[in-house]
């Protein structure tokens, strides 16, 4: 494993760790909570932070966890079909979303290749916060999910 800069934030650090055994075990990482977060030199609740809010459905991951003395975490990344994954991530953006979250999924799937620099920027102009600024304030993050979804299933059905 890497030697992380002291620089990097906690979960940041947590992170990468945890992408370097996906990477080294061909995308499948069984995490016991309490022994990463000592071997990291942090609280348990960081581990989970950093699984929920990084290691999504819509960023390519499955998490399953087991309770218990011997319980673990299970983290997969998703090698499916692009255009699978993409209609996955359609299927869960729900109702609304905001400006930041449909930024960090485009990040996320620009990242694995899921689409390309272009379709990320286009897609990230068409749901900035700018774009909405002349829609009312609590019809934007329903509008964006609406115009997203469209976009995204285009893409799909252009691949």
Request: charged content about 25%; proline content about 3%.
């Amino acid at each position: 494993m890497a030697v992380f800069p002291d620089s990097m934030k906690m979960s940041d650090i947590v992170a990468k760790y945890i992408i370097e055994m996906l990477d080294e075990k061909n995308g499948n990482a069984e995490i016991q909570r309490n022994e990463l977060a000592g071997l990291l030199g942090c609280v348990p609740s960081q581990i989970n932070y950093v699984i929920s809010s990084r290691f999504t459905p819509e960023q390519g991951y499955i998490v399953e966890s087991r309770r218990g003395g011997g319980g673990y975490i299970r983290i997969t990344r998703i090698t499916a079909d692009p255009r699978i994954t993409i209609m996955h991530v359609v299927n869960t953006i729900g109702d609304s979303i905001s400006a930041t979250v449909a930024s960090t999924i485009l990040e996320n799937m620009a990242q694995r290749n899921m689409i390309d620099s272009f379709e990320k920027k286009l897609l990230m102009s068409a749901l900035s916060d700018a774009a909405y600024k002349t829609v009312p304030q609590e019809c934007r993050d329903s509008l964006r999910a609406d115009i997203m979804k469209r976009m995204l299933a285009t893409i799909v059905a252009m691949q």
